[in-house]
């Protein structure tokens, strides 16, 4: 069964430019998640979506962070501008089940899309 | 709000056992999550704790006391291969997981 794929893998830009990353989940995973992690930290919610549709975007900078999730597949994160301080790694993870990964907290995680802003 | 703390290091040779401990402040608590991230890879699930006790798997084990908002990662027989960031991950009523920030494990011979 294939995992999360995620893409780019790395992404090198100068500030104010922006910059797109693509998730697939694993198939049938109805929930979706955008976490940004920085060096030497953990995992930080950016939106969550059930479906198609965005049920917690509180964590989203939406100054110049979007995303979308159309057909409840496939999602976008896009930033527009990007600025020094979105250098990260983005991570995508899907889980089956409402919201909560089934019954036990269990994320599929992709490898992460690493943006270093210039 | 919520807080997570886990110690930021932890350092043991091959063979030995290595415990990570986790405190966490929360309501609408659900249960303890422990994630495994080697570098530049994706965090990968290890276990999950709802219950108050001890779940083993193989040489992991992970731990839960709700009372006291404490739980634990166990690894027994450890190997250089173990030498990775560990997470502890709150889940609870209506949001995502959220996530500690990790410890650094470093396995040495």
């Known amino acids: ?118 | 709000g919520q807080s997570l703390e886990q110690p930021s290091e932890v350092t043991a040779v091959e063979g030995a056992i290595v415990q990570i401990n986790c405190t966490y402040q929360t309501s609408g608590f659900y249960g303890l999550s422990w994630y495994q991230q080697h570098d530049g890879g994706a965090p990968t699930f290890l276990s999950y704790n709802a219950l108050d006790g001890l779940e083993e798997t193989g040489r992991f084990s992970s731990f839960l006391s709700r009372s006291d908002s404490y739980g634990y990662l166990l690894l027994q027989e450890l190997q250089m291969k173990d030498s990775a960031s560990y997470f502890c991950a709150v889940r609870k009523a209506g949001t995502a997981l959220i996530f500690g920030k990790g410890t650094t494990l470093s396995v040495s011979s």
């Open chain 1, 1 to 118: 069964e294939a995992g999360v794929v995620q893409s780019p893998r790395y992404k090198i830009i100068e500030k104010k430019q922006p910059v797109a990353f693509w998730c697939n989940p694993i198939s049938g995973h109805n929930t979706l998640y955008w976490y940004l992690q920085n060096l030497g930290q953990g995992p930080e919610l950016l939106i969550r979506y059930e479906n198609e549709e965005a049920v917690d975007d509180s964590q989203l900078p939406k100054d110049r962070f979007s995303a979308e999730r159309l057909k409840g597949v496939d999602s976008t994160l896009k930033i527009q501008p990007a600025e020094l301080g979105d250098s990260a790694v983005y991570l995508c993870a899907s889980s089956f089940g409402t919201g909560q990964g089934a019954n036990t907290g269990e994320l599929f995680f992709g490898e992460g899309s690493r943006l270093t802003v210039l």
